[in-house]
């Protein structure tokens, strides 16, 4: 089963350098995974799973979430793919946003 970590960067406009900048790991272990000439530890695997925030299964490319993209309509599944590119800041500004937008309702 291969690791769909260069789909989940590029589907967040990372460098393989900036994905092992965040994980705190080097650029060359980045494409060997990529590559499939080696994976990364258990810990790696959670941390990578974290900030494309996607489950484990989703990374190894299984479809466990196939409810959840199914009751989704199209817009909420585009939100989230421009959620995943914002950085921490501009993540918790949207929640507050969303927040005081839903208080008005």
Known sequence: MRLMIKEYREELQLTQKQLAEKINNLQRNVSNWE???SEPDCDTI?????IFDISIDELY???TSV???????????????YVRML????KFALLQF????NNKI
């Open 35 to 37: 590559k499939g000439t």
């Open 46 to 50: 959670v941390k990578l799973a974290d």
């Open 67 to 81: 409810i959840n993209k199914n009751q989704s309509t199209g817009v909420e599944i585009n939100i989230m793919k």
């Open 87 to 90: 950085s921490d800041t501009q």
């Open 98 to 101: 969303l927040k005081e937008i």
């Open 61 to 63: 490319g299984r479809q």
